[in-house]
């Protein structure tokens, strides 16, 4: 240690190069990394999305499902596989261990997929990985005046093939307007009296469409390639396919369909501020960066809005990047502010500009050296490593404080100036490297936590780790240089070399007025008092634990962004139309409230976070997006509570508030409920969803298996069926392409192509009675009618058919709204235990509780980790096994100021809290190690124990109240923020400066006490 501090006192030049080095490295580091909102959250989770058109929710599970679950649920690692079956979709979802290497999961998914045979008509699935990177990071509605043909017709093929092209963006997609479909609508019964089938129709359609090379044609001096022109120019072409020829005439399709243009079947509406509009959501590139990709995003279509036609407006309804820039210029403001506040502690407690410039210097400087090492490390610029900076923003300064106030004695003590700064660099060293390691310990444990709070924290950690351990380099090697700069001028009052040591008590006793003298009672009482002193801590610590127990928890703050959603949903069966028509009444009630600045709806579909596949399709289901002038939270709460007052007179509607999500795909409470009967299953968990009903706190309760879906069943008669000498398949394929049509061929347009599909006219599909006197190709080609060989009526299935575990299960799902989670699933067992399950049926929690279990637990491991590497450390650094014991009594005096600070600010537990608290176990021990270590070197020099302990603590009184106000100081500007992402900052500055603030206090107190109670002995250095 000597010889580096001494290389570093006369190497000044070097030093100062090395510095200037770090400077620009760092600065280069920092202009490269990339700003995003929050660290790379990679979620062990896959989706095994499948779309079988048009099919029942119990067909589709039987048919899709079921298989693809089998096929996929033996993988290793796997955790949980859960599922959906709903109307003409599956979607099987696979959850894995934390540390699992998703790129090869996903191959092996798909390896086994491939081996499935599903049903014709079933399309191939598609593996999805849930990623909130994958949500988009711009949505944008494109209204004009035109129809919504034309209007839909330039966002898809203008405006989204120029996103596309942007650097950064990887897709753009297109939801609501109209999309152009060519009809071909048939006349049934004119059909069957030419004894036409409708294959024959779609075989002539489908080959009249055709474009093929024939080969080429070689003559002497020449070569022709040789070519089938037959694509269709025209709808009057389309209409003069013939069918069939008869000797007196052609029957062409004109004569037994009209062919006319049209539009898709409108499964999806959209609309801004209540003007109906075509969305385009824009995707970033999986490695882009969020922010440049979306200011390339703003650019174009700024340029866009100066070229569009007359009437038409295109509005950018939501912008992640201006969110994750301003959470991230929040962070900055804090840090920034920190550390001014650091300084200014600096220099009311130095009193002298020189020395607290030297120590100032290390704040930038470690900082700059951080930006570099991220940038090694690609850690982007988001709020939790940026948080982590802000953390330690002002324990940056604490080694440089030690370091300089030991040279500072020294001087007065009448050393030379570079005699002062290698000794009192050296005397100290120890305990300011050991003091910086049980900081840097705990972020190791870190890396055991499972769950969402360890993809979270790691970037915080390691911000952390860096920084502290550039401040330590900075602290014994910059530090000493610096002061030992103007070796002929001194540093404070210069006491004769002769004066006795004993007089550094007095002296430091002066040192801080009438607070020294006051601790100087304080501390000779207690050690007088010791065991009532111990006693005393001893029921702080028993108190904060009872009032442990009387704080909420929850997995992690809700994110308040000024934005929030209703999810609709309307009874099964409800069209599109119905459905539209209570957002409309929605939107009323938004557009109404003065603080609602903007608002826009879906219609026919509700987004789900992770993807632009993953969302929810049905004519029942709306969203209703509602953007607030203010981000605050009495705001939002005012507007949400009237506006579902509101919606309290509209019939049949079930809403559930939602918020932009980004840790986790589950709603807070979840009471999953077993059981193979459908029935018996609906039937519980209607009983279990009313009594969920009156748990206080919870809102939105809703069971999966609230509502059948109506349903047309179509039952054969076996036995006419065969006696007919009929194909069952063959007839329901035929139905099928009766009401849902087929479509053979595209018709060809400059840039696009068209589908041409032929169904049945409209009104041969529109009642019961429609579906019973639909045609089928009966012997010989015969037309029969349906009523013929089938039973047609109305009936009821399932929604929704949810399965866990390769177990079908209902699932009752709730918000929560003004209560902590974990007092909401006490109340949640409680109702359980008030309504016990059938023969048959059981029920198991989930939600975020589980993965709150989860998280907590891993978070109490490394909580017992991190004590056990600090008190390793810290044995090493003292050579005794006691010493360290009595340092970790400053953990249990931490936990009392943690739970002090919690109930003062109203903070719920989560993982932030757990993690500060972990962060915690490092940096309270530090002021001990230092208070300990010198203790026992002023006894090895001589000093009775008593007056070491009295001594030490005035000697080290200054140095530990300057770390301490310099490191809270610096967390305040953090822990009292309420800009963007405050939500995730806050509880952990709270909970690091309230337990630092308490520990602080009794360590100075409480330590002395310990150790004089501990039995030790330690050998006095040879006066020689």
Same mark, same amino acid.
């Given at each position: 240690m000597r010889g580096f501090v001494d290389l570093a006192v006369r190497r000044r030049v070097s030093v100062i190069m090395v510095a200037l080095a770090v400077s620009a490295f760092g600065y280069v580091g920092y202009q490269r990394l990339s700003i995003e909102l929050f660290p790379d959250i990679s979620y062990p989770a896959l989706t095994v999305q499948t779309d079988f058109p048009d099919t029942a929710p119990q067909e *589709?599970?039987?048919?899709?499902?079921?298989?693809?679950?089998? $096929?996929?649920?033996?993988?290793?690692?796997?955790?949980?596989?859960?599922? *959906?079956?709903?109307?003409? #979709?599956?979607?099987?979802?696979?959850?894995?261990?934390?540390?699992?290497?998703?790129?090869?999961?996903?191959?092996? +998914?798909?390896?086994?997929?491939?081996?499935?045979?599903?049903?014709?008509?079933?399309?191939?699935?598609?593996?999805?990985?849930?990623?909130?990177a994958l949500d988009p990071i711009a949505r944008l509605a494109l209204a004009g005046d035109d129809e919504l043909g034309d209007v839909r017709y330039?966002?898809?093929?203008?405006?989204?093939?120029?996103?596309?092209?942007?650097?950064?963006? $990887? @897709?753009?997609?297109?939801? %609501?307007?109209?999309?152009?479909?060519?009809?071909?609508?048939?006349?049934?019964e004119r059909l069957a009296a030419l004894g036409i089938p409708l294959d024959r129709v779609r075989a002539v359609v489908g080959i009249s469409n055709i474009n093929l090379p024939g080969g080429s044609l070689r003559s002497t001096d020449s070569q022709y390639l040789i070519r089938t022109i037959n694509e269709f120019d025209s709808l009057e072409e389309i209409g003069n396919l013939i069918l069939r020829q008869e000797e007196s005439a052609a029957i062409r399709l004109s004569d037994v369909a009209t062919v006319?243009?049209?539009?898709?079947?409108?499964?999806?509406?959209?609309?801004?501020? &209540?003007?109906?509009?075509?969305?385009?959501?824009?995707?970033?590139?999986?490695?882009?960066?969020?922010?440049?990709?979306?200011?390339?995003?703003?650019? $174009?279509?700024?340029?866009?809005?100066e070229k569009l036609p007359p009437g038409y407006e295109l509005t950018v309804l939501f912008d992640q990047s201006r969110?994750?820039?301003?959470?991230?210029?929040?962070?900055?403001n804090a840090a920034v502010i920190g550390g001014g506040l650091a300084i200014l502690v600096l220099l009311v407690f130095l009193r002298d500009l020189r020395s607290t410039i030297i120590i100032a210097t290390s704040i930038p400087l470690s900082v700059i050296a951080t930006f570099m090492l991220m940038y090694r490390m690609d850690i982007s610029l988001n709020i939790m490593s940026l948080g982590g900076l802000t953390l330690g923003i002002g324990m940056l300064v604490d080694n440089s404080i030690v370091v300089l106030e030991s040279i500072f004695r020294r001087r007065r003590e009448g050393e030379p100036l570079v005699s002062a700064a290698v000794e009192g660099t050296t005397e100290v060293g120890p305990a300011v490297i050991a003091s910086t390691l049980t900081t840097v310990a705990v972020f190791l444990p870190i890396v055991f936590v499972e769950g969402i709070a360890g993809q979270l924290f790691a970037d915080q950690a390691l911000t952390v780790t860096f920084?502290?351990?550039?401040?330590?380099?900075?602290?014994?090697?910059?530090?000493?240089?610096?002061?030992?700069?103007?070796?002929?001028?001194?540093?404070? *009052?210069?006491?004769?070399?002769?004066?006795?040591?004993?007089?550094?008590?007095?002296?430091?006793?002066?040192?801080?007025?009438?607070?020294?003298?006051?601790?100087?009672?304080?501390?000779? &009482? $207690?050690?007088?008092?010791?065991?009532?002193?111990?006693?005393?801590?001893?029921?702080?610590?028993?108190?904060?634990?009872?009032g442990l127990r009387t704080l909420g928890t929850e997995l992690i703050p809700q994110l308040t962004e000024g934005e929030f959603f209703?999810?609709?949903?309307?009874?099964?069966?409800?069209?599109? @139309?119905?459905?539209?028509? #209570?957002?409309?009444?929605?939107?009323?009630? @938004?557009?109404?409230?003065?603080?609602?600045?903007?608002?826009?709806?879906?219609?026919?579909?509700?987004? #789900?976070? %992770? %993807?632009?596949?993953?969302?929810?399709? !049905?004519?029942?289901?709306?969203?209703?997006?509602?953007?607030?002038? /203010?981000?605050?939270?009495?705001?939002?709460?005012?507007?949400?509570? /009237?506006?579902?007052?509101?919606?309290?007179?509209?019939?049949?509607?079930?809403?559930?508030?939602?918020?932009?999500?980004?840790?986790?795909?589950?709603?807070?409470?979840?009471?999953?409920?077993?059981?193979?009967?459908?029935?018996?299953?609906?039937?519980?968990?209607?009983?279990?969803?009313?009594?969920?009903?009156?748990v206080n706190g919870l809102v939105d309760v809703r069971s999966s298996l609230e509502a059948g879906n109506p349903e047309v069943q179509v039952v054969f008669d076996r036995t006419r069926v065969a006696s007919m000498g009929l194909d069952m398949a063959q007839l329901s394929a035929t139905l099928r392409n009766r009401v849902m049509g087929v479509v053979p061929t595209r018709f060809k347009e400059t840039d696009r192509q068209i589908d041409i599909r032929i169904?049945?006219?409209? !009104?041969?599909?529109?009642?019961?009675?429609?579906?019973?006197r639909l045609m089928l190709s009966g012997p010989d080609g015969s037309p029969i009618r349906l009523l013929s060989v089938a039973d047609v009526s109305f009936a009821r299935g399932p929604a929704e058919i949810h399965r866990q575990q390769q177990q079908r299960a209902a699932i009752i799902s709730a918000n929560l709204q003004g209560g902590s989670l974990g007092g909401a699933m006490t109340q949640v067992e409680s109702a359980l235990g008030q309504n016990p399950t059938p023969a048959g049926i059981s029920t198991e929690l989930g939600g975020q509780n589980k993965e709150m279990k989860v998280s907590f637990a891993s978070l109490r491991f490394a909580l017992g980790l991190a004590v056990f590497l600090v008190y390793l450390v810290m044995a090493a650094t003292f050579e005794s096994f006691l010493h360290p014991l009595v340092v970790l009594f400053t953990i249990p005096l931490a936990l009392v100021g943690v739970v002090a600070a919690l109930m003062v600010t109203g903070t719920t537990i989560s993982v932030i809290v757990l993690i500060g608290t972990i962060?915690?176990?490092?940096? +309270?021990?530090?002021? @001990?190690?230092?208070?300990?270590?010198?203790?026992?070197?002023?006894?090895? /020099? %001589?000093?009775?124990?008593?007056? !070491?302990?009295?001594?030490?603590?005035?000697?080290?009184?200054?140095p530990i109240l300057m770390t301490t106000l310099t490191t809270i100081l610096g967390l305040m500007p953090m822990a009292i923020s309420w800009g963007q992402g405050a939500e995730l900052r806050a509880p952990l500055a709270i909970t690091v400066a309230g337990g630092l603030l308490l520990s602080t206090a009794l360590t100075l107190v409480v330590i002395p006490a310990a150790y004089s109670l501990v039995p030790s002995r330690v050998q006095q250095e040879d006066p020689s």
């Open positions: *589709v599970e039987s048919l899709v499902t079921r298989p693809v679950e089998e $096929a996929v649920g033996v993988l290793r690692g796997l955790q949980t596989i859960r599922s *959906v079956s709903r109307s003409g #979709v599956s979607e099987v979802t696979l959850e894995f261990d934390w540390d699992a290497d998703m790129d090869l999961l996903s191959m092996e +998914v798909r390896e086994k997929l491939d081996r499935i045979i599903l049903p014709d008509g079933c399309d191939d699935p598609i593996v999805l990985r849930f990623d909130p330039l966002a898809e093929h203008k405006i989204k093939i120029d996103l596309e092209t942007l650097r950064g963006i $990887a @897709a753009a997609q297109i939801r %609501g307007g109209l999309e152009e479909e060519i009809h071909i609508d048939i006349d049934q006319q243009w049209g539009a898709k079947e409108r499964e999806e509406i959209t609309r801004v501020n &209540g003007r109906e509009s075509v969305e385009i959501s824009v995707y970033k590139e999986g490695d882009a960066n969020t922010v440049r990709a979306a200011r390339a995003l703003r650019q $174009a279509v700024t340029t866009w809005q969110f994750i820039e301003q959470a991230v210029k929040e962070v900055r920084s502290l351990l550039a401040s330590l380099v900075v602290a014994i090697s910059l530090i000493p240089m610096l002061s030992a700069l103007g070796a002929k001028q001194r540093l404070g *009052v210069h006491v004769a070399s002769g004066e006795a040591r004993p007089q550094i008590v007095s002296q430091a006793a002066q040192t801080l007025g009438s607070f020294s003298r006051g601790y100087d009672r304080l501390l000779r &009482g $207690a050690l007088h008092r010791r065991a009532f002193t111990l006693a005393v801590a001893f029921g702080l610590f028993v108190a904060s634990i009872a209703f999810e609709v949903s309307l009874p099964e069966g409800a069209s599109l @139309a119905a459905t539209n028509d #209570v957002i409309v009444r929605m939107e009323d009630a @938004a557009t109404e409230s003065p603080d609602v600045e903007l608002h826009y709806s879906t219609v026919g579909s509700r987004m #789900v976070s %992770g %993807g632009m596949s993953l969302n929810t399709k !049905a004519e029942n289901l709306g969203q209703l997006n509602v953007v607030l002038t /203010s981000s605050d939270d009495a705001v939002e709460e005012r507007v949400v509570g /009237s506006m579902r007052e509101r919606f309290a007179d509209i019939p049949d509607l079930d809403i559930k508030l939602g918020h932009p999500a980004y840790f986790s795909l589950k709603t807070p409470v979840e009471v999953v409920i077993f059981g193979e009967d459908l029935q018996e299953l609906r039937d519980y968990s209607l009983i279990l969803a009313q009594a969920l009903e009156n169904r049945n006219r409209e !009104a041969d599909r529109q009642s019961l009675e429609d579906v019973r962060m915690l176990v490092g940096i +309270v021990v530090n002021n @001990a190690i230092v208070l300990i270590d010198t203790i026992n070197r002023m006894r090895r /020099s %001589g000093m009775d124990k008593m007056d !070491a302990i009295v001594s030490a603590g005035h000697t080290r009184l200054r």
